[in-house]
């Protein structure tokens, strides 16, 4: 399977989870999914507000064969959540560097990368949270929820198949596997 998929009930935070498969259990790629996260984190330490009903998943892969630099797969990665979030959504959606998309000048989704190194590989961890039916609340920084966009309620479940599937599709085409 091209990303082994882990569900969660509640975790501290999906990159954990992904950074112990790789670590602990030798799994070369997969999708963390998680209900909840008790200790989700965003960039620079922050932390990252997990309702219940948003989407919480990390995905991760090997980097041995990929031709891109980490700025490369970071736009990338960002581009293939917006897609599936125009799934949804077929208004403007706007990628704020490095890690943030926002709909409307408000925050939709966060994306926390991180790389680690087993043995001699390099593997890419892509922590994704995006607000299905609820925005947390940030001093100064406005969010929203595709909920209150579309009043259409999406399920973590179908959201996070279509989002393996998106990023499936992205490994298969760099030949990755």
């Known amino acids: 399977m091209i990303l082994r998929k882990f569900k969660y009930k509640c975790v501290s935070s999906t990159n ?4 112990s498969l790789i670590k602990q259990k030798n799994i070369k790629s ?4 998680s209900q ?9 330490g922050r932390k990252w507000i997990s309702h219940k009903g948003n989407l919480f998943v990390s995905i ?5 064969k990929i031709k891109m630099n980490i700025a490369q797969l970071t736009k990338n990665n960002a581009n293939l959540i917006i897609k599936l979030l125009s799934r949804y959504y077929n208004k403007k959606i706007n990628l704020k560097l490095p890690n943030d998309i926002l709909i409307r000048r408000k925050k939709i989704c966060g994306i926390l990368q991180e790389t680690i190194k087993k043995n001699d590989a390099k593997y890419l ?3 994704i949270g ?4 609820k925005s947390p609340i940030i001093k100064g920084y406005p969010t929203t929820n595709l909920y209150d966009l579309t009043k259409n309620k999406i399920s973590i479940n179908k959201a996070s198949k279509e989002l393996r599937y998106i990023f499936i599709n992205f490994l298969k085409s760099q030949k990755i596997f």
């Open 16 to 19: 954990d989870v992904a950074i």
């Open 60 to 64: 991760f892969f090997s980097l041995e």
């Open 130 to 133: 995006i607000n299905l039916v």
């Open 30 to 33: 997969g999708i963390v999914i």
């Open 125 to 127: 961890i892509v922590g």
């Open 36 to 44: 909840m996260q008790k200790k989700g984190r965003g960039r620079r």
